[in-house]
């Protein structure tokens, strides 16, 4: 438990984490373009999506390990973490595109804007707060729930909560579950600052 | 004259209800009709259909003699300026890039797009330099309206919707608006189609009145001479104007 040590998780912690939001994000984006556009496949989808949110993430973990090109490690891990930030993002993009004011689109449409024009000049800009919103939330959970990847090989700060609790030594699950908690509230704060720049 | 927008035999349904029976209606060049009617009479369902935000169930609607499903809906409506109640301006962008967006969909150089959104704004008594880098959540109701106003004028179409552009303002902003966008009007030239269920709104600003009753034109007639008018709607709606403006014994019988 060298401070060495502790840096190299929380580094790897953090890639874990980012590499898994980001994927989740380029997931996000055209599903939720598509989605706003069609009602029904919208309700099916967001109902499965929230199923997965509601599996617990270590039986999702489980779930995962035995399926091919996975396997124990890092990419297991971040499969998961994924199918976790995938919700909170997902949602808000939908949420915040649909949120846009009725008498705003009619009016884009009535400009002779094409759908095309009308999504990233109109849409998007206004939806981006609630958008944002939504990514926030998925980094600060996705840091939690990433301590657990470490319970399939995944790593991160997860190692010193699993090696603690393994050894019954308090000192090193809080070397692991003190830097993850610092780095969810270093995020929200970060996020948080971005958002509020971009609502006002 | 020519004919700018011609209504043949349009018909709207709904979920089984008809809500516009078999309207015909023409709308000549420099001209600016007034669809009046209480609220559901169909007037902005109508409305609608020049730039096709809706289309009808039957029947045809022609913009310069061709009808509007034959011509390219991104072409059409950025032919055909477009006014709602608070002017539906975009929050995220400021007075000038409202106003400058049609020109700069159709690709106009910068510079154009600048003195064409200047002039407007100054015609609008919105002088560029104080109100150009606003937001449209700085304007009052009144200034909103403006915009709208400048935005749909913008690329200088042949012709302008409003919905109920005005009905939002409080009165004495409302009636200062009314005189501006009659005098406008004259000044640009512009042929108008404006919905309103304000009779004194459709009197100052319609050279003619289309007077709608669940989706049936009951009246079009030139506004002094629908005063006259004595069909049952045309009555009730004469009668909002109150005394001394109205002849008793006619309104009665």
Redesign the interface.
Known sequence: MLPAEIVRLSAEHLWLVAIAVFAAVVIAAPSAVILTRRARLRRWTLGVVNVVQTVPSLAVFGFLLPLPFLGVGKSTAIVALILYALLPILRNMVVGILGVDA??R?????????GR?ILWG?EL??AFPTILAGIRIATVTTIGTATIAAAIGGGGLGTFVFRGIAMADTKTILAGAVPAALMAIAADEALGWIERRFSS | MAVLVEFRGVTYQIGGREILHGIDLCVEESETVALLGRSGSGKTTLLKMV?R?VEPTGGEVRFEGKPVTDWD??????R?G?V?????????ATVAENVG??PK?EGWPKERIRARTMELLDAMGLPAPVYGSRRPRQLSGGEKQRVGIA?ALAADPPLL?LDEPFAALDPVTRFEMQQRFARLRRSFGKTALFVTHDIREALMLGTRIALLKEGRLEVVAPADEFVQARTPEATAFLATLGEGTLDESHAAG
Do not use: C, D, K, W
């Open positions: 008498g705003i009619e009016s884009a449409v009535a400009m002779g804007m094409t024009q109109v800009p206004l | 730039n935000l809906p991104i072409r059409l409506r950025r055909i477009y709602i109640q608070e002017g539906g301006l975009f929050p995220h967006l049609v969909l935005r919707l």
